[in-house]
C-alpha cells in the first residue's frame, strides 16, 4: 500500500514539469486571439465605431476604406460593426449556454457519481432521452416553438449540453469517489455535502473546465448554424452566422461578406478548441501517453 | 446474443416512449396555440374555440397525448394543415434524398479518413503526420455551412465545375443526380473525415505493435495487405463506434447542407415546416428523426455485440 502511494506521489510530481513545456507558441496565439475578441466584443459600445445597423443605400458593398475598414454589407451598413456586435451575439450565446450546461450537468453528475444506486439510473435515464434527439433537430425545434429570443436560444443551447457534461462530471467522480483521500474524509466523519464540495469538486473542476472550452467552441458552431438558416437571434441583430448567411447571397460579387465572418468564427472555435484541448490533455492521464 | 437483443429492446422502449412524450410536449406546452397558428391573428374567440374543440384541444393533455400516441401507433402522423399532405407521404418522398446524402458523406468521409489514417500510422511522428494531425484538428472547428460556402465559392462560382443548388431523382438521370450530391455531400465528408481519421490513427498505432503483425511482416506478406487487411480488422469496431457517435452529429450537418443546396429531404422539410409554422409537419419530422435515430443506436449496438463477444457477454 505504501509503495503504491508513493509511485502514485512521483508520478504527479514528474508529470507536469514535463507538460507545461509543451503549451507551445499556438497555445498562447490561440488565448491572445479568444482575449482580443473577448475585449473587442466587451468594449462594442465604447469603441469609436459607425452604428451596426444604420443602412446607407448609397454605400452598398463598398471596398475596405479608411470610412468602412471593412466595406460595408448589401444593406451598406459598416462591416467591422457589424462583426463586433455580432461577436457579442455570438460570444454570449457561446460562454452563457456552457455555463447552464456545466452547472446543472455538473452537479447532477457528481452527485450521480457519488451516490450512485437509483439517482444515478435515474440522471442517467433522463439524459439517454435527452441524447435521443439530434442536438440540431432538438434546437431548431424549441426555438421554432417558443420563438426567436436571445434568452430562449442561450437556454435551449444549455439545456442540451448538460448530458455532456454531467458524463463527464459522473465519470471523473466515479474514479474519484474510491481514492483514498476521500475514504480518509469519509473515516474522519466528514458530512456528503463536505466531501462533495471540499474533496471532489477541486478534483472535478479542471476536466469541466476543459470540457467547458471545447462546449464554448461547439455552442458557437450550433448558434452560428441556426443563425445561417435564420432561425437564430431575429434581425437587425447580427451574429456571425447571419453574417455569413447574408454574405453568401452576394458570393459572386462580394465574397469578402461571407468569408470575413467566416474565418472570424473559425479562428474563434479553433483557438476555443485548442486551448480546450490542451488543458484536457493536461487534466486526462490516458491521453498523457499519446 | 438472444438475452443481450432482448435486454436491449426492454431498454429501447422506455426511450421511445420518453421520446414520443418529449416531442409531444415540446409542441403542446410551448406558447403559440396551434388553433391561432391556422386560424392567423384576425381570428375571433368564437372561431378559435370551435377549432380547438374539433382538433380535441380543449381535452386534458394527458388524452391529448393517448390519442395522439394512438394514432402514431396506428401509422397516422397528421395531416399538414398548410399543403393537406400527411406526414407518412412527406417524410415517405424526402427520406430517400436525405439518406441518399448521409451514405455518400459517410463513404467519402471514410474514402479519405482510413487512408490518411494508415498513412499517419505507419510513419507516426513524421512531418506529414503531423499535418495531417494538424488538419484535421483544423477541420473539427470548421462548420458545416463554412465549408458549404467555401466549396461553393471554389466550385460553382469561381470554377463553375458543379451547380451549387438543384436536384433530379436517380430515376430519370442518375448522372445528372450523382453531380447534384458531390458538393453537398463532400461539405459533409469534410467534417466526418478527421474524426474517423483521429481515433483510427491512434487504434492503429497500437494494433501497429502487435505481435501478429510482425508475424505478417516476416513471413513476407505485402505492405498494403497487412495495412488494409491485417491491421485494419481490430480496428473495424472503432470505426462502426465512431460511425455510430457521429450519426447525430451528420443529421444535423445533413439538415444544413440539404437547406443551402436546396436539397428536397428531410432537413429541408424540417426548416421549411419551420419558416411556414407548420407544426403538425415539424412534430411529425422531429418524432420520425428522433425515433430513427434511437434505433440507428440500437443497431450500432447490435453491431458491435455480433463483432465482439466480450459485450454480448458482459464483460465490457
Known sequence: MATLELSLNEDVAVTPVRRVRRLGPLFWAAVTWTVFILAAAAFAGVLPLPSPTDMDMLERRMPMSGLHWLGTDGLGRDELARLIHGARISLTVGLCAPVIGVTIGGALGMLAGYFRGRFESLVVGSMDVLLAFPPLILALAVTAYLGQSLFNLTCILGVLGIPAFMRVARAATLTLARREFVIAAEALGATHARILLRELLPNVFLPLLAFFLLGVAVTIVVEGALSFLGLGVPPPISSWGSMIGEGRESLEVAPRLAFIPAITMFLTVLSFNLVGDTLRALTDPRQGAL | ?316
Open chain 2, 1 to 316: 446474443m438472444l438475452g443481450f437483443v432482448a435486454r436491449r429492446l426492454v431498454y429501447l422502449l422506455p426511450v421511445l416512449i420518453a421520446v414520443s412524450l418529449l416531442t409531444f410536449l415540446i409542441a403542446s406546452l410551448l406558447p403559440g396555440d396551434l388553433a391561432y397558428v391556422i386560424l392567423g391573428d384576425q381570428a375571433t374567440p368564437e372561431k378559435v374555440e370551435a377549432l380547438r374543440h374539433d382538433m380535441g384541444l380543449d381535452q386534458p393533455i394527458w388524452w391529448r397525448y393517448l390519442s395522439w400516441l394512438g394514432h402514431v401507433l396506428e401509422g397516422d402522423f397528421g395531416r399538414s394543415f398548410r399543403t393537406g399532405q400527411t406526414v407518412w407521404q412527406a417524410v415517405a418522398e424526402r427520406l430517400p434524398v436525405s439518406f441518399e446524402l448521409m451514405l455518400l458523406a459517410e463513404i467519402v468521409g471514410i474514402a479519405i479518413g482510413v487512408p490518411v489514417a494508415i498513412a499517419c500510422a505507419v510513419r507516426s511522428g513524421s512531418a506529414f503526420d503531423r499535418f495531417m494531425t494538424g488538419s484535421a484538428f483544423g477541420m473539427l472547428s470548421v462548420p458545416t455551412f463554412l465549408s458549404a460556402i467555401l466549396l461553393i465559392y471554389l466550385f460553382a462560382v469561381e470554377l463553375r465545375w458543379l451547380p451549387a443548388t438543384g436536384y433530379v431523382p436517380f430515376e430519370e438521370d442518375p448522372a445528372g443526380n450523382l453531380r447534384f450530391f458531390v458538393l453537398p455531400a463532400l461539405t459533409l465528408a469534410l467534417a466526418e473525415w478527421p474524426g474517423i481519421m483521429r481515433v483510427l490513427r491512434s487504434d492503429m498505432i497500437a494494433t501497429l505493435q502487435e505481435d501478429y503483425i510482425a508475424l505478417a511482416k516476416a513471413k513476407g506478406l505485402k505492405a498494403s495487405r497487412i495495412l488494409f487487411v491485417h491491421a485494419l480488422k481490430p480496428s473495424s469496431l472503432t470505426l462502426i463506434t465512431i460511425t455510430g457517435i457521429n450519426i447525430g452529429r451528420l443529421i444535423g450537418g445533413a439538415v444544413i447542407v440539404e437547406t443551402i443546396f436546396a436539397l428536397p429531404g428531410l432537413g429541408r422539410l424540417l426548416v421549411g415546416a419551420i419558416y411556414t409554422r407548420d407544426l403538425i409537419i415539424l412534430q411529425g419530422v422531429v418524432l420520425f428523426v428522433a425515433g430513427g435515430f434511437v434505433l440507428m443506436n440500437f443497431i450500432v449496438d447490435m453491431l458491435y455485440a455480433v463483432l465482439d463477444p466480450r459485450i454480448r457477454h458482459g464483460h465490457a
